[in-house]
């Protein structure tokens, strides 16, 4: 066993120094222009400088949110009026105006979020499309803003008695702004906040289950990302002098979409050099296409915008990210794999009372911790979960057994919060938490895991279960982007969980993706996450498939662990022996309706649970008496 | 009460249209769950086409047929360039993708046929009034086109077997390539459908309305608004959310102010999907766990 050390952080190390080159060869390739080129070529690279900040705000909201706006130019144009308004109606200087322009923008961003967000999808990407439209419509009506001719007279920002009024100047005014912009939205990323909403990404229920609160950090990137488009629209309006309604204008929009997606979602610097070499193609077709079709006027270069978009989208989906951790790998050629022999995993012979994960604060044995009551769920005519009705105190192991259909899991689905019940009340530690979301249900003390697994299917082992660890830390957006705060509490959030797989014996696959692992592993880091959370109650939907005869022995033996540490468990499985034999309690749902409930002695002598489970036929009255039996 | 008369009567053949350009947002989306950003772009195509090909000497009916059967080629083409090839069509790339095709013709339309806009022949010039509402005869043909066009979608979906097999792969996409019907084939209908009906709202609503390069945007995100209100895999939903939007807009202009028309749609939008839960809608039903 100890002849594989353990790879610690070897995978997210590597992609961290791999943003790092990308970040210092942009930043090179950025400095390195001016030197070398004429001053329309610098003109093309302000522009490009400013757009790609917006770009920059775009990508982190489809890499990290995964939504796409088609309206991150209104927000952009927000951006640019407000510093319009104040430097020239109100005299303000450029830089407390664009402190407030980006404020006002942040706002407005919240407040169109906070509805639009409950949207998904196809209907959030062109409720945003509308929100430009919208934008527009406001900017050309509103006589204040000089309707469709716009503000006029704004000047280049004069600082310490120096006038950025040359491209050169001006780009190189920009350059730090973006570097900044670069750096925090790094920081973000690879954040607590950025490996929760990776998971949002990868499976929303999931990470609900986790706690995390996926609506209030969509957000938040929501309003982020508008924040990134106003600090270029406050530069824009600078840099041109004059701001019109164009500035909100849907090709606008589409152009940031282009660099971002160019660049590669999610990646930072690729919005960077999407946007130069979007601004370079602009100016190009701009140049080129009225040579060769004369009289060819107006936004032209969107042939080509159309044409790029859906090609980078056929054939490199990845963008230029892609293309370049791509080369990097061939480079370094294939590292080999840690080979993929499925060992059993062999715990600690620890034991079966000695408990696990106890804690201070921790509900004594015995106190109720879950209620529910007169659950119920149809599907139309199918009434899938009838009146169901159970309490779980704190220390015992509850098992929920019975034939395929029975209701087992959408009953654990109602409790959890991922399916809102018909009727009925679930109490969690005396919070109501039927019908809300699966993350109010975390943060009352309780998680579960998934019958088909909902694994993080684009992070590792490890990376799993650090998002286990989402409510037992707290850094938020600003102390991520500051990185300092943050590192610290991110070095014991990887201690705790390294620990936990390790417990899991899952240790010398932490930094494997997880979607890699066997299936009886992918089941165990499913706990491990789970577990991480340090819940009150633990919820399991057939742990015990895919895994071996040992593995279920050890996975029985780590329950009954909890257990004693204080942890209530409810599990859903078919394996009725390991069941009878591990669990305090066992109740039997059959079409729904619990037909018994009792301790293991109790419902394996039960008539009815018999008869679910041989199809014996009882006579009417005998089931039914069996089934009043079985119901204290 | 005249005047409620003749706005409600504006917004209707209004309304006609937007339910022809959700008519094509419904056919692909139930087929595929794509939102085919670009199908404005195929009213606005056919509109210009129709123009041109009236300016260039062609009879006004033939110039219509040649812009309808044009259209329903580009999105045929379309359907097989960009849409075929893409083995995992998530949402995002969807989106992406029917944005650059949107964006490509959105520019081929401006380098062919320049940045104004103009207004198609109309099939009957002219106009009458009744009872102090006055009516022009295009009115009356785009409310007649539009529901004959709607109602033989209606008919090919419910009584026609490649209609029904169409519905299929909506609601059991495995089900239905267990009993042989191919999802490329209904794909591919689906967008010849989108095209053809897309392109006849088009040709309608230019002598009235305009076409420009850009025309296009606003009708398309008009017609998702409408396909949306009527539960985005409904027909019918469609045309009566066409009819409610169009309404809507003018009673807006008429009675509140005419530049808050375009906002109107873009509220609906939010108000609807956010008052009314998902579970309306047969594609979003909670996610199996």
Redesign the interface.
């Known amino acids: 066993m100890t002849r594989r050390l353990p790879r610690i952080g070897a995978h997210r190390r590597r992609s961290r120094r791999g943003d790092v080159i990308g970040i210092a060869v942009v930043a090179l390739l950025m400095l390195a222009l001016p030197l070398v080129a004429s001053s329309s070529v610098i003109n093309v690279g302000v522009y490009a400088l400013i757009y790609a900040l917006a770009a920059l705000g775009l990508s982190l909201l489809?890499g990290l949110a995964?939504q796409?706006s088609?309206g991150q130019a209104g927000f952009f144009a927000i951006g640019a009026y407000t510093q319009a308004v104040l430097v020239t109606k109100y005299e303000w200087s450029g830089l407390p105006a664009s402190v407030l322009a980006v404020a006002v923008t942040m706002t407005a961003a919240l407040l169109v979020g906070l509805?639009?967000l409950?949207?998904?999808?196809?209907?959030l990407?062109?409720?945003t499309?509308?929100?430009g439209?919208?934008v527009t419509?406001l900017a050309?009506?509103s006589d204040f803003l000089g309707a469709t001719s716009g503000i006029f007279g704004i000047t280049k920002p004069e600082m310490n008695g120096r006038t950025y009024n040359s491209p050169t100047e001006y780009y190189l005014l920009l350059v730090p702004v973006v570097l900044l912009g670069l750096w925090l939205a790094r920081n973000i990323v690879e954040s607590r906040i950025g490996r929760a909403l990776g998971a949002v990404n990868d499976s929303?229920?999931a990470a609900e289950s986790l706690g995390v609160d996926t609506f209030r950090l969509r957000v938040q990137v929501f309003v982020l990302s508008a924040a990134y488009a106003s600090v270029a629209g406050t530069a824009f309006a600078h840099w041109l002098g004059v701001i019109n309604p164009n500035a909100a204008n849907?090709?606008l929009s589409?152009k940031f979409?282009l660099m971002a997606?160019l660049g590669g979602?999610g990646s930072v610097y690729g919005a960077v050099v999407g946007a130069f070499a979007v601004e370079g193609l602009d100016d190009g077709l701009r140049r080129l296409?009225p040579e060769l079709?004369p009289?060819?006027?107006?936004?032209?270069?969107?042939?080509?915008?159309?044409?790029?978009?859906?090609?980078i989208?056929?054939f490199l989906?990845g963008g230029l990210h892609q293309l370049w951790t791509g080369a990097r790998r061939r480079m370094a050629g294939s590292a080999p794999e840690p080979d993929d022999d499925e060992e059993e995993i062999h715990l600690e012979p620890v034991a079966d009372d000695v408990p696990l994960l106890a804690r201070e604060g921790r509900p004594a044995p015995g106190t109720p911790l879950l209620e529910v009551r007169g659950l119920t769920k149809r599907f139309g005519g199918v009434t899938a979960v009838d009146d169901f009705d159970l309490t779980v105190a704190a220390g015992e192991i509850v098992a929920l057994i019975g034939p395929n259909g029975a209701g087992k899991?959408t009953a654990f689905?109602m409790i959890s919060g991922?399916?809102?019940p018909t009727a009925g009340e679930v109490t969690m530690a005396g919070t109501r938490v039927e019908g809300r979301k699966p993350h109010v249900f975390a943060r009352a003390g309780a998680t579960r895991t998934?019958?088909?697994l909902?694994i993080f299917a684009s992070a590792t082992v490890l990376g799993n279960v650090m998002v286990g660890r989402h409510l037992r830390s707290r850094s938020g957006m600003l102390g991520a982007a500051l990185v300092l705060p943050a590192r610290r509490e991110e070095r014991a959030v990887e201690e705790s969980a390294r620990e936990l797989l390790d417990l899991l014996g899952l240790g010398e696959d932490a930094d494997r993706l997880a979607v890699d692992l066997p299936f009886g592993r992918q089941r165990l880091v499913e706990i491990a996450r789970a577990l991480a959370l340090d819940p009150d109650l633990l919820l399991l939907d057939e742990p015990m498939a895919g895994l071996s005869g040992t593995e279920r022995r050890e996975l029985a033996r780590l329950l009954r662990r909890l257990r004693a540490g204080g942890m209530a468990i409810v599990l859903v499985e078919h394996d009725v022996e390991a069941v009878l034999a591990l669990a305090d309690r066992v109740a039997v749902l059959e079409d729904g309706v619990r037909i018994a409930l009792g301790t293991p002695d109790e419902v394996r002598h039960d008539p009815a649970v018999l008869a679910a489970y041989l199809g014996v036929e009882p006579e009417d009255e005998a089931a039914t008496a069996g089934a009043e039996a079985g119901t204290p | 009460m005249t005047d409620l008369l003749q706005l409600l009567f504006a917004g209707l053949s209004q309304g006609a249209v937007y339910a022809l350009v959700a008519i094509g947002f419904v056919a692909i989306f139930t087929v595929s769950g794509v939102?085919n950003l670009a199908q404005g772009e195929f009213a606005a195509l056919a509109g210009l086409v129709a123009i041109s090909a009236v300016g260039s000497g062609l009879p006004l009916l033939a110039a219509v047929v040649l812009a309808v059967v044009s259209v329903a080629l580009v999105a045929v083409i379309m359907e097989r360039l960009?849409i075929f090839?893409?083995k995992r069509m998530t949402?995002?790339?969807s989106?992406?993708?029917t944005?650059?095709?949107?964006?490509?013709?959105?520019?081929?339309m401006?380098?062919v046929y320049?940045?104004n806009a103009e207004g198609l022949t109309p099939l009957t010039p002219g106009g009458f009034s009744l009872g102090g509402v006055s009516i022009r005869y295009q009115e009356l043909w785009i409310l007649l086109i539009a529901g004959v066009v709607s109602l033989a979608v209606y008919w090919f979906y419910e009584r026609t077997l490649a209609g029904k097999s169409l519905r299929a792969c909506a609601e059991q996409p495995v089900a239905a390539r267990l009993v042989g019907i191919s999802l490329t084939k209904a794909s591919l209908l689906s967008f010849l459908i989108a095209g053809t009906v897309g392109a006849i709202a088009g040709v309608l609503a230019s002598p009235l309305y305009f076409t420009s390069?850009e025309s296009g945007?606003?009708l398309g995100?008009k017609g998702?608004?409408a396909a949306?209100l009527g539960g985005l895999i409904s027909v019918r939903g469609a045309v009566l959310g066409g009819l409610l939007l169009g309404v809507l807009e003018t009673l807006t202009a008429g009675y509140i102010s005419t530049?808050?028309r375009?906002?109107v749609?873009?509220l609906l939008?939010?108000i609807v999907?956010?008052a009314r839960p998902a579970g309306i809608f047969g594609r979003?039903a909670?996610?199996r766990?």
């Open positions: 489809m995964g796409v088609l509805p639009l409950r949207l998904r999808g196809h209907y990407a062109l409720a499309l509308g929100f439209v919208i419509v050309t009506e929303e229920v849907f090709p589409v979409l997606v979602v296409i079709l009289g060819a006027v107006g936004e032209v270069q969107l042939i080509g915008f159309g044409i790029l978009l859906t090609t989208m056929i989906p899991t689905n991922a399916v809102t998934f019958q088909n909902q | 939102i960009v090839p893409v949402t995002l790339v989106l992406i993708l944005l650059g095709v949107s964006t490509g013709l959105k520019a081929l401006l380098l320049g940045p390069w945007l606003t995100l998702f608004v949306t530049g808050l375009d906002a749609a873009f939008l939010i999907l956010v979003t909670e996610a766990v």
